[in-house]
């Protein structure tokens, strides 16, 4: 089944109602049933603080505007090769040009009360998630080129693995389906929910940690399964892999390692509470946020504290002209936050700023990567390094 893209025109002209229709009360109107903001109203109430990226190391390149559905929030934002995919709660996705920040096409692929996981990307396709189905789009013309439906509901993003889709669910069922055909490939099963997403270790296998403490490491390609442990709590965060090794910062106070080659403990590290930030890793060194003692490096192979950083929060997302950057939601709300950036020898704060307005922020390359920032109201910027 082949469905041409639908234009932007169209896809505000589905989300204005006549004024009146709206719904009654002081909360916030249902998704669609307002009009959208324009690029201009969004831009002038996401103000861009230019000092305060400068003191990260970036200036900004561009500020784009995917299109969105009236009254939704950005809810996903990814750079996926040469295109930035953005896709809001209403279901709306747009896939913008990573060189300049234009709109290629935009799409709504179902209705508002529709649950999307995620979006990948395989060659030309963009694949987005719902919880039922996968959309095949092609990444040019938006052109969706086929769409199946999911051998069970899904609660997290896929990896993409060995010609699979890589999936887990609230059931507990790991499932995978291929690539090329959309056919339901091998599945297992973990005891509890499973709703953080697969990750993968090295290029042969990946992990997955079920909400009761169910700890899988497997070949991807064949689905079977190198090992399996169990830990007292599910993951509190996303996971973290190096090319011999899965990382768990766990809900039950501990941060794990577990070695890929059969899923046995190589350390855990107990913490004064239950670990909600994701941890990180990059060339030998664990970076995870521990309640109580703040940001901390630890040796990836051995778990030896190297370093921490008692007033900084939050996870690292790159290394910019030699610093870490680190970047932490103000707690409790949809957007803004603080950022970091730290001497990564000894964990020493060099900047502290503050990003107003933003929700999500990451960098497409680790080291000396472009940084992205979004809005939830809808603005997209790209940052190049200063």
């Not at 950005?74 to 709109?103: F, P, R, W």
């Not at 999307?116 to 030309?124: E, K, Q």
């Not at 091998?186 to 403490?213: D, H, K, M, N």
């Not at 990836?300 to 030699?322: C, F, K, P, Q, Y």
Request: proline share 6%; aromatic share 6%.
């Amino acid at each position: 089944m082949t469905i041409a893209r639908r234009p932007a025109a169209l896809l505000l002209a589905l989300v204005l109602v006549p004024p009146g229709l709206g719904g009654c009360g002081s909360g916030p109107a249902p998704i669609g049933r307002t009009p959208p903001l324009s690029p201009d109203a969004r831009a002038h109430r996401a103000p861009l603080d230019h000092e305060a990226y400068a003191k990260l190391g970036y200036r900004v390149q561009w500020r784009g505007f995917p299109s969105m559905s009236g009254g939704a929030e950005l809810e996903h934002l990814d750079v996926l090769g040469d295109i930035v995919v953005a896709q809001d709660a209403g279901t709306t996705l747009t896939v913008m040009e990573v060189s300049s920040g234009a709109n290629r096409w935009s799409d709504q692929l179902g209705s508002p009360l529709t649950k999307f996981v995620g979006n990948v990307r395989t060659d030309n396709l963009v694949v987005a998630s719902s919880d039922t189905e996968a959309f095949y789009l092609a990444a040019d013309t938006g052109t969706l080129t086929h769409k199946h439906g999911l051998a069970r509901v899904v609660a997290t993003r896929p990896l993409v693995a060995a010609g699979f889709l890589v999936y887990g669910t609230r059931t507990g069922h790991v499932i995978t389906h291929r690539l090329a055909s959309g056919y339901a490939g091998w599945g297992t099963v973990l005891a509890g929910s499973i709703e953080v997403a697969p990750v993968a270790i090295g290029s042969g296998a990946a992990g997955v940690v079920s909400s009761r403490g169910g700890v899988l490491i497997f070949d991807p390609a064949t689905g079977m399964g190198r090992g399996r442990a169990r830990i007292s709590g599910g993951p509190g965060a996303p996971l973290a892999a190096s090319d011999s090794m899965l990382f768990v910062a766990s809900v039950d106070q501990s941060l794990y390692a577990f070695d890929a080659a059969d899923c046995s403990l190589a350390w855990r590290r107990r913490t004064e509470a239950a670990l909600r930030e994701r941890p990180v890793y990059h060339d030998g060194k664990l970076y995870c946020s521990i309640p109580g003692t703040g940001l901390t490096c630890f040796e990836a192979e051995t778990g030896r504290e190297t370093w921490s950083a008692r007033d900084v929060r939050g996870h690292v997302i790159g290394l910019r002209a030699g610093r870490l950057v680190v970047w932490a939601p103000a707690a409790g709300s949809g957007a803004g936050g603080s950022a970091w950036t730290l001497d990564p020898s000894t964990g020493q704060v060099i900047e502290r700023v503050s990003l107003e307005h933003v929700s999500h922020v990451f960098t497409d390359t680790f080291v000396d990567g472009n940084l992205y920032t979004g809005t939830p109201n809808g603005v997209v910027a790209k940052f190049t390094p200063r």
